[in-house]
């Protein structure tokens, strides 16, 4: 059974009005899980774009792409094309898992936990994002001092 999405107007006058009730409740953790995330993404994009000028470029490429795939106008658990391959493609982007959460929790209620499968994607990106921050600053750590 699939429940029916509320009005944008008094989900947003009851995230005013009531900031901590209900399931408007989840925003902190999913602002600490994005914190984490983005400090992870920032740090290893720091050390590229300081050791070459092109990474910006392809940053800005990306990102458009990142944000074009991922589920901000459209939610990914509610796709046209079932394709259990491409969803779970998609389940790995990062903005996919907030904007399903915050989606999740807004309008349909439910919590971002509920959902083991994305929360486990997201853990795995996060790891393997962490993995590469470390191991860029590694590998850079004699050679960013020179280039600053």
């Known amino acids: ?8 107007y008094v989900i947003l006058a009851a995230a005013l009005l009531l900031p901590g009730a209900g399931h408007v409740l989840q925003g902190k953790q999913q602002r600490g899980l994005m914190f984490l995330f983005f400090t992870m993404w920032s740090l290893f994009a720091s050390l590229l774009s300081a050791m070459s000028k092109d990474f ?4 800005n490429s990306f ?6 795939l991922s589920g901000v106008l459209w939610d990914v658990n509610n796709m046209a094309i079932k394709h259990p391959t491409l969803t ?6 990062p903005v996919t898992f907030f904007a399903t959460g915050f989606r999740n929790a807004f309008i349909y209620h439910t919590w971002f936990w509920d959902d083991l ?12 994002m962490f993995a590469f921050t470390i191991y860029t600053y590694y590998r850079l750590r004699r050679d960013i001092a020179d280039v600053l």
Do not use: C, D, Y
Request: aromatic share 14%; charged share 10%.
């Open 88 to 93: 779970a493609l998609l389940k790995f982007n």
């Open 1 to 8: 059974m699939t429940t029916q999405p509320r009005h944008p």
């Open 117 to 128: 499968w994305s929360l486990e994607a997201f853990g795995i990106s996060l790891v393997v």
């Open 63 to 68: 990102v458009t792409a990142i944000f074009w």
């Open 56 to 59: 910006a470029n392809v940053v």
